[in-house]
T-cell receptor, first 114, second 114 residues
C-alpha cells in the first residue's frame, strides 16, 4: 500500500519568515495530494490540494509543489503569522482519482515565534 | 452551509463494551469516510461509504464496522472495546465536482477506553 513520509516533525520559524514542509510518497499511482491544518481540539481543515496533472498551485500565502518523478510534494507558507501555528498533515490517494482512503503523513508541528 | 457534524464529541467507555459514533455530512455530500487518529499511529483510514454501500476499507479488524443511511448520515460501531481503541475518530464527507473529489473533516469524537 501507499506510504507517506513527512518532514520535519517540528518546525519553528520567526513570524514573517517562510516555512516549508516536505512529503514523499511510495505509490506512483497516487494522483491526489491534499494538505490539512489541524488546530488543538479541532478536526483537520483542508488548506490546499494538488492533483497529478499540475506541478504547482498557489492560494495567497500558501503554495504546494509536486514532483511526480521524484514522488515528493511540498507545502510552502510565506509571511508566516501567529495563526499559522498548528499541526500540518500531508496526504496522498490513488483511489479512483479521488480523495477517499487518504494515506497521511505523521504531521508537522509548526510553531511561529513572535 | 453547515460543516460536518459528529456526535457525541466525547465518550468514555470500559473495555469490552461497544460504542456507536454518528456523523452527518455536509448537505449534498454523498460520501462519508472514517479515520482513526492516535498519537502513535497518526491518521489512519477506516472505511468509506457511498450511497449506503461500503466502497473502501482500511486495515482494521472486524470489530470496526459502519453503515450509511439513505440521507447520507453515517454511523461507525466498535465492538468489544480495547484500551488501544482510545483515539480521536474523525468523519470526513466528500464533494465530487467536475469528476474530482475533496474531503472535509468534522471535529471528531474523542473516545477514551478505560
Amino acid at each position: 500500500g501507499e506510504n507517506v513520509e513527512q518532514h520535519p516533525s517540528t518546525l519553528s520559524v520567526q513570524e514573517g519568515d517562510s516555512a516549508v514542509i516536505k512529503c514523499t510518497y511510495s505509490d506512483s499511482a497516487s494522483n491526489y495530494f491534499p494538505w490539512y491544518k489541524q488546530e488543538l481540539g479541532k478536526g483537520p481543515q483542508l488548506i490546499i490540494d494538488i492533483r497529478s496533472n499540475v506541478g504547482e498551485k498557489k492560494d495567497q500565502r500558501i503554495a504546494v509543489t509536486l514532483n511526480k518523478t521524484a514522488k515528493h510534494f511540498s507545502l510552502h507558507i510565506t509571511e508566516t503569522q501567529p495563526e499559522d501555528s498548528a499541526v500540518y498533515f500531508c496526504a496522498a490517494s490513488n483511489k479512483r482519482g479521488g480523495a477517499d482512503g487518504l494515506t497521511f503523513g505523521k504531521g508537522t508541528h509548526l510553531i511561529i515565534q513572535p | 452551509k453547515a460543516g460536518v457534524t459528529q456526535t457525541p464529541r466525547y465518550l468514555i467507555k470500559t473495555r469490552g463494551q461497544q460504542v456507536t459514533l454518528s456523523c452527518s455530512p455536509i448537505s449534498g455530500h454523498r460520501s462519508v469516510s472514517w479515520y482513526q487518529q492516535t498519537p502513535g499511529q497518526g491518521l489512519q483510514f477506516l472505511f468509506e461509504y457511498f450511497s449506503e454501500t461500503q466502497r473502501n476499507k482500511g486495515n482494521f479488524p472486524g470489530r470496526f464496522s459502519g453503515r450509511q443511511f439513505s440521507n447520507s448520515r453515517s454511523e461507525m460501531n466498535v465492538s468489544t472495546l480495547e484500551l488501544g481503541d482510545s483515539a480521536l475518530y474523525l468523519c470526513a464527507s466528500s464533494l465530487v465536482a467536475g469528476g474530482e473529489e475533496t474531503q472535509y473533516f468534522g471535529p471528531g469524537t474523542r473516545l477514551l477506553v478505560l
